[in-house]
């Protein structure tokens, strides 16, 4: 058996936390701690890059498998990634060490606590996305709402409880209903199995509860409208690097959720709820795009913003067609960089001011041009401008509805007008305009580390904007091969 | 003649209390030595459980007492847990200066009567053993005398705990007089169809079970009880008569009366949603410690019973697993509560753990695996137990029932929760005294490895429950 790749990338984090946990450091600088998570993300995170390399883009079969019986006669461990789930494995090694190095600012008390639920966290997203088993998906899906509950509860602003509370609440009460369906599935089919389940199929009468069981899940993790309140709750509360995690990447699992599991395993109930998933995008984009127009808070400005972008992205998985499905992927590792750097911009301002709300800003462009200058291509990024990677995603997602839809692309490329108004506002607003507060001349420009982060996620969301190839390689075949499934599985219940 | 080898344990047991009695009357100030003793005693008896193999399927006296693998089973697991319960306990009780000769003497006979509970084949064996476990925690229950709590709850749990008994003698009288024998063998043989008065003597055993576990609506004694008595006393409440209890259930409805399957489903499945929802709802406004767990426990319940009502093998073992999960769970639980203590003082109010995290990390750290774990959470071991559970629930497709009992854990995680922020998030308050004694230690250690690591082999206890084949 080779070496296993994809185990390792989800123990390390966790062994790095074990080592920080009993790690001895001076209380109030934790230099060993920080520089122990650095490296263990900046090494999960060079390990991710080699897997990537190692990669074979030209089949669509599941890569690096590996099979250990665990529940004797019941469930095996099983993990194994294809084009769709390699992308966000790295998007996730990609933001934990940025989310590391931010902590030098924003992370006041138990700085230890925090890294260690930083890599724990990490740990789980990436068991989440090469798992292929239902059970150790339910796992490592669920688990991590301890991880991020304690974040928000332990790091987070006056409202924290609030909102860890709803958070976790929503998303276990979505959650439970999908293990009833991975249940069902179990003593339906003997095998929990996602390979196996892929080829041998579920029965037709069955898929339309189990897809809606699964779509509760998902629908409050993606978040959709109505069940999407406690993301701008969570991500007002959490600290800097809790919202970009939240953003960033927990949030891509439900559409990751969607593509593998919704669509892979009920493609027929898949079809038979298109309407109901067009018409919930479709009020996310536009709704909610409304609702980010009047936030006077920035970070519940780019929290809805969320929820309208990843309305593109449900939009763009439920076309079915090869431009849609890589639209979405593209759309999601897009968001992920986009909005996770918005976040951390927004905390550069926040660390100084410690206030979120716009009103209390302007004319930062002649005191912080530095800033200006960075968040000018974030914005541009959110907005989707040709050139930076929000553009691909977002075209292609339309290109694909479009084919299937007049009317439903028609209104969803409002929704990229109105994330115009509701982003260049927001800019001009704190980076324009004259300056009415005094603090804010005193303001300092980036400093060293978040010039860093900024930077780094600056990069790869211009270079996939004029060279998206990489990505659409990688996840191709797999999509095509998921398409064509699907296909044949809605020809033969037409036959 | 009796081959007397397979009930050495119980002989072992009984001859321990009596000696250990006389020891204490005759030795001046042996309560310490009385305490370790019966720990001893209690290993003892464990080692002779292992004393044969484990998988013998026996009856002795007339059929009427069994020893297979589920009666092994639960007696390796109540007395295991018997000794765990009393090493956390030891520094509490000489704290609360209720370190008397009786005490564990008491938790021994009790101790003896779940053991001949879990082995009874007979319906007059099974209500011995029944009263000798119920008498003597009547006892202990109100045995911190000077305490107005203590002995009420000591009270009110003999009056209603009486009461319940008597409505299952009088089902016991019921069915004897419908199928003529008291034997579960011989009944099984001689129930070919249903009658009313069988249907009543069921319910009626059934009711005095369900008292006994404290599932919704017998449940009324159980949070006054749970607070009232030392927490020593709580723990062993909270532990050891539901692991009884819970094999009795299985092999009273799974022996004598699984063709009647359609005369009890229904109870079972009204009683087992009936405490998931109100467990987990009527936990939410509890200020006390051991007032919660008591609604918890109810709770916990009622996922054990929705495994039993499944009327499958898969449904006794997601069951029994549960219980043994359960128990671990609860064990760390108490041995968090023990730890928190000023001054020679308890503190068992959910205020008193405002920001433990702040100076006990690791104490804090337990408490959040705990009740995580206990809420359901993967990858702890309380997951596992649900999972498990539902597993059996779904198979026999009852989906309603898996999904209230899914609903309602959502529910108790909020109060779950609760206790967490207010661990985690809320203002420290002054420190506790961190000198534990080495037994008090070991329990939570290794509990909370259980809970915490338990997701690694899994196996492992499934494997050991699936020997376990009532049908």
Redesign the interface.
């Known amino acids: 058996m080779d070496f296993p790749i994809l185990s390792s990338l989800i123990l390390l984090p966790i062994l790095g936390s074990l080592f920080i946990f009993f790690s001895k450091s001076k209380s109030n600088t934790n230099v060993t701690s920080k520089y122990l998570a650095l490296f263990v993300s900046l090494g999960n995170f060079i390990l991710s890059l080699y897997l990537w390399y190692l990669f074979d883009a030209t089949t669509s079969d599941f890569q690096f498998l590996e099979e250990r019986?665990?529940?004797?006669g019941?469930i095996n461990y099983k993990v194994g990634i294809d084009g769709i789930s390699i992308l966000f494995i790295i998007l996730t090694t990609f933001i934990t060490p940025l989310c590391v190095i931010s902590v030098n600012n924003t992370i006041k008390n138990r700085l230890k606590d925090f890294l260690i639920a930083i890599l724990i966290m990490e740990s789980l997203m990436i068991g989440v996305f090469c798992s292929l088993d239902l059970?150790v998906f339910?796992?490592f899906f669920?688990?991590g709402?301890?991880p991020m509950?304690?974040i928000i509860?332990?790091w987070g602003g006056e409202r924290?409880?609030y909102s860890?509370?709803k958070f976790?609440?929503y998303t276990?009460?979505g959650s439970?209903?999908m293990?009833?369906a991975i249940?069902?599935i179990?003593?339906m089919t003997g095998t929990t199995d996602v390979t196996y389940l892929y080829n041998i199929g579920i029965e037709a009468k069955y898929q339309n509860l189990l897809w809606l069981a699964f779509f509760s899940s998902f629908a409050v993790k993606t978040p959709m409208w109505p069940v999407h309140t406690w993301l701008p709750d969570a991500h007002v509360e959490a600290p800097t690097a809790g919202s970009v995690l939240l953003a960033a990447i927990l949030l891509k699992m439900a559409g990751y959720g969607f593509i593998r599991f919704s669509v892979g395993l009920f493609p027929i109930a898949s079809e038979y709820f298109i309407p109901l998933i067009y018409f919930l995008s479709l009020v996310a984009i536009i709704y909610t795009s409304f609702v980010a127009l009047m936030q006077e808070d920035m970070k519940k400005l780019i929290a809805y913003s969320s929820v309208a972008h990843m309305g593109f992205v449900t939009l763009g998985i439920f076309t079915f067609t090869q431009q849609g499905m890589e639209g979405s992927i593209f759309q999601m590792i897009s968001h992920g960089l986009v909005s996770a750097a918005l976040f951390f911009s927004v905390g550069v301002v926040y660390e100084r001011m410690h206030t979120r709300l716009i009103n209390n800003y302007g004319g930062l462009v002649s005191i912080m041009p530095k800033y200006a200058i960075v968040l000018m291509v974030f914005t541009l990024a959110a907005i989707g401008l040709p050139g930076t990677s929000g553009f691909i995603g977002e075209f292609l997602i339309l290109i694909g509805t479009f084919k299937k839809s007049f009317l439903v692309a028609t209104i969803a490329s409002l929704g990229v007008i109105l994330a115009a108004a509701y982003m260049l506002w927001l800019y001009k607003r704190i980076i324009f305009g004259e300056i009415i507060k005094d603090e804010i001349k005193k303001l300092m420009d980036l400093n060293k580390t978040e010039f860093i982060i900024l930077s780094f996620l600056a990069f790869p969301i211009i270079l996939f904007g004029f060279y998206p190839e990489p990505l659409l390689n990688t996840v191709e075949i797999s999509i095509i091969d998921l398409i064509e499934m699907y296909n044949n599985n809605i020809n033969l219940t037409k036959n | 003649m009796v081959n007397l080898n397979f009930i050495y344990p119980e002989i072992f047991l009984s001859i321990s209390i009596m000696a250990l009695l006389i020891i204490g009357v005759f030795k001046k100030n042996s309560s310490n030595l009385i305490f370790n003793l019966s720990i001893i005693s209690l290993l003892g008896s464990l080692a002779l459980i292992f004393n044969f193999p484990i998988n013998t399927n026996i009856e002795l006296f007339n059929n009427g007492y069994k020893i297979d693998y589920l009666s092994s089973f639960m007696k390796i697991l109540t007395v295991s847990s018997g000794i765990f319960v009393l090493l956390s306990s030891n520094k509490y009780i000489q704290i609360i200066n209720i370190n008397k000769i009786e005490y564990p003497i008491l938790a021994l006979s009790s101790i003896l009567g779940m053991m001949v509970m879990v082995s009874s084949n007979d319906l007059i064996l099974f209500y011995v053993g029944l009263e000798l476990q119920s008498l003597s925690l009547y006892v202990l229950a109100s045995f911190n005398r000077d305490n107005l709590a203590s002995t009420e709850s000591g009270l009110k749990y003999f009056v209603l705990s009486a009461l319940s008994s008597g409505l299952l003698l009088y089902g016991c009288s019921l069915i004897y007089g419908f199928s003529s024998s008291t034997n579960f063998f011989i009944i099984s043989e001689n129930l070919t169809e249903s009658s009313n008065g069988l249907t009543f003597g069921i319910v009626f055993i059934l009711v005095g079970l369900a008292f006994k576990i404290s599932a919704v609506p017998f449940h009324m004694w159980a949070p006054d009880v749970y607070e009232g008595s030392p927490t020593s006393v709580t723990v062993f409440f909270a532990i050891l008569p539901k692991i009884a209890a819970l094999t009795v259930f299985i092999r009273f409805l799974y022996v004598p009366f699984l063709n009647l399957i359609e005369q009890w489903q229904m109870i079972i499945i009204f009683l087992s949603i009936a405490s998931m929802l109100f467990g987990a709802i009527a936990a939410i406004g509890q200020k006390n410690l051991k007032r919660l767990v008591a609604y918890s426990s109810i709770g916990h319940m009622g996922y054990a019973l929705a495994g039993l009502s499944t009327g499958t093998n898969q449904g006794i073992q997601s069951s029994i697993t549960y219980i043994s999960i359960y128990l671990f769970m609860n064990l760390a639980f108490f041995s968090c509560l023990f730890m928190l203590k000023r001054d020679e003082k308890y503190f068992e109010n959910i205020e008193d753990l405002s920001g433990l995290a702040k100076n006990h990390p690791l104490l804090s750290f337990s408490f959040l695996i705990v009740l995580?774990s206990l809420a359901g959470?993967?990858?702890l071991a309380g997951?596992f137990a649900k999972?498990y559970i539902?597993?059996a629930v779904?198979?026999e497709s009852m989906?309603f029932l898996?999904?209230v009992g899914?609903?309602s854990?959502?529910i108790a995680?909020?109060y779950y929760?609760r206790l967490?922020?207010i661990i985690?998030?809320d203002i420290e308050k002054e420190k506790y005294e961190t000198n534990h004694n080495i037994g008090l230690k070991l329990s939570l250690l290794i509990s909370s490895i259980f809970i915490l690591f338990y997701?690694i082999y899994?196996?492992w206890l499934?494997?050991m429950v699936e020997k376990i084949n009532m049908i």
Request: charged letters at 10%; aromatic letters at 28%; hydrophobic letters at 65%.
């Open positions: 019986s665990w529940i004797k019941f059970v339910y796992l669920e688990c709402l301890i509950f304690l509860g332990i924290r409880v860890a509370f976790f609440l276990l009460l439970v209903l293990l009833v249940i069902s179990y003593w | 995580f959470i993967p990858p997951f999972f539902f597993t779904i198979e989906y898996a999904i899914l609903l854990t959502v995680a909020f929760l967490i922020k985690y998030f997701f899994p196996s499934t494997e």
